[in-house]
């Protein structure tokens, strides 16, 4: 099992900025995927990137350019970015782990996910 802890979201006015964190415990395999879904109320949920233990990175065409992820093995955390904020962005952001490499953006049947934290942009 895997456990997984966000923190970091808030209220932003639009075109702010910023910085969630997740920290991952418990059977952590070498090789593995980290990433961060979002939820807006009424939709799906929906990866909006990903970044594998060897750093190669993924992102959704919706956030593309304004967002960037990191992650530190050592502390076992990874880390979202989150730049020039519309109120499109405004949802609960899930942090996510996977086993092994698997860069698609299609939530896996065997994902980790953590409880959520709130972010809300204000126009």
């Known amino acids: 099992q895997v456990q997984l802890v966000e923190s970091g979201g808030n209220l932003v006015q639009a075109g702010g900025s910023l910085r969630l964190s997740c920290a991952a415990s418990g059977r952590i395999f070498s090789i593995n995927t980290m990433g961060w879904g979002r939820q807006a109320p009424g939709k799906q949920r929906e990866l909006v990137a990903l970044?594998?233990?060897?750093?190669?990175?993924h992102y959704a065409d919706s956030v593309k350019g304004r967002f960037t992820i990191s992650r530190d093995n050592a502390k076992k955390t990874v880390s979202l970015q989150l730049n020039i904020l519309t109120p499109d962005d405004t949802a609960v952001y899930y942090c996510?782990?996977?086993?092994?490499?698997?860069?698609?953006?299609?939530?896996?049947?065997?994902?980790?996910w953590g409880q959520g934290t709130q972010v809300t942009v204000s126009s």
């Open positions: 970044i594998s233990s060897g750093g190669s990175t």
């Open positions: 996510l782990y996977r086993n092994g490499y698997e860069p698609s953006l299609e939530p896996q049947s065997l994902d980790y």
